[in-house]
């Protein structure tokens, strides 16, 4: 066997084990969070807090930045969505979140119970007396008996103008991969 044909052999090879997962992954719908994918991380960015390496049910620490002209309102945790990958399903489920979730069950207004914690905020370049970034603790809870899983974190605020919040949204997201 020449060297050749010996390397067109291990390009085969490789394809054979690589362009069934890469097509499987192209097939995985974005989530229906009431923005199209790609307008997402076009005004706002997230930028990961700790190294790249996150413990599953482990905080998530993270900052995100506007850079537009525009002005974000938004409360402190930008509305944040997690979703995990299903792997079998081909299928981002959205994680439980205990304190929205609760919240939402019972019917509880959040301020309530957190007085300043769940304030709002608006997002501003231009207005030197407004945060251009927001630091963002989030816990999701997962269950999962897998040793790693992809988490889809999705952030949404809305664009205020002249002291009004628009029906306008921008937002972001990023995807981390969870180890137990």
Not at 71 to 84: K, L, P, S
Not at 135 to 146: G, H, R, V
């Amino acid at each position: 066997m020449n060297s050749e044909h010996k390397y067109k052999s291990l390009v085969l090879l490789v394809l054979i084990f690589l362009l069934p997962s890469c097509l499987r992954q192209s097939k995985v719908e974005f989530p229906n969070v009431g923005m199209e994918q790609d307008r997402l991380n076009q005004e706002l960015e997230i930028t990961l807090l700790s190294s790249n390496t996150y413990i599953i049910d482990d905080p998530i620490n993270l900052i995100v930045r506007l850079h537009s002209n525009n002005e974000v309102y938004t409360d402190n945790n930008f509305g944040a969505r997690m979703y995990i990958l299903n792997e079998r399903l081909d299928k981002w489920e959205e994680v439980y979140d205990p304190v929205k979730s609760y919240s939402k069950e019972l019917d509880w207004d959040l301020k309530d119970f957190f007085p300043g914690g769940f304030e709002e905020i608006v997002l501003s370049e231009k207005d030197n007396t407004k945060l251009d970034q927001l630091a963002i603790k989030l816990f999701p809870e997962i269950k999962s008996d897998n040793n790693s899983v992809k988490l889809l974190v999705i952030l949404i605020g809305h664009i205020y103008e002249n002291d009004t919040i628009t029906d306008q949204k921008i937002g972001a997201y990023t995807i981390l991969t969870l180890r137990q």
